[in-house]
């Protein structure tokens, strides 16, 4: 019998192509674990007093970020947060609802909300409108964007010293190829576990799967029992188009010399990381209708203009804010019954 390389006991069901060994289940879920706690001790992502907010979206790479970390970190310390986006016939809500019912079992407290909560728009209603309208914005830019504010905007209120979320290597490293292709320096040192947010108003985000390949992820849920999704995000095939083709090109040389995107990711992690150091936090302006903080130069935020491109002028969050004030108020105005979507 074929025993697995690294206990010589138990039977192999992983074979690890980039490092070339067999393993069973045990000694994979060992492997994962100890590759995430060395990257969060490695650049110091998370200290042992600090309160984090998980941002969780019920896919397998959330339920495994959640597994890892309550190993890692007082579960007291966690609360998670899901962000249900409202697209049709995905992310339904038994999966958050899975998510959910894994971090009550951990102790951790979890609050459910959504984009229609935050906008006052589902992702669908946002996306039909803006290509109605010809925008030329791709979903996943209007999802990803709403969704790091909402959890932002979670993460003060909680006054959480981080957000964790699940990216993986390969969503790292296609973002750092395209930051790369379009000379986005600043966007490129933002990835870097050293660098700090661009304004005191946006908590530190730290990604502790980011040198976890994503059939490892799917692998660590499978494995766990985790029921995996069988739909796809229906927005999939209008991913930006330079996205789409890295993330091909990436997978094709991946193939050919496993352990590639790991190289390529710790390249950069060196490369840049002096320079990622020294980026500190400034005063930014604030945007004109929601407070929140712009580049130099802007009178709106990201979203708020996103949004208004969209036909939405007046979205749900700007309720949320004095008028000329910077701090979010009363939250729970903002709570629909059903979480919209
Ligand atoms: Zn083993
Ligand atoms: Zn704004």
Redesign the pocket.
Known sequence: MT????????K?VVYQKHTGLK??????Y?DIHRRVKAEIDRWGMIKPGDTILLGLSGGKDSWVLLDTLVRLHDPSKIIAVTIIEGIPGYNRREYAERVKAKAKEYGIDHIMTSIKEYTGHTLAEIVDESIRRRVGVSPCTYCGISRRRILNLYARMYGADKTATAHNLDDESQAAFVNLLRGDWEGLLRQHPLSSPASPLIVPRVKPLRKIYEWETATYAYLGGFPLQETECAYINMMPTLRARVRRALYRLEERRPGTLLTFMETLDRILAEDARSLKPQQLPSCERCGEPTSHGRRLCKLCELLEKAGIEKPRYTELYQHGGREPLKLHRLRVSEGGG
């Not at 025993?3 to 138990?10: P, S």
């Not at 393993?23 to 994979?28: G, I, S």
Request: one cysteine or more.
């Open positions: 025993v697995c390389d690294v206990c010589k006991r138990r192999p393993l069973c289940k045990e000694c994979f060992q």
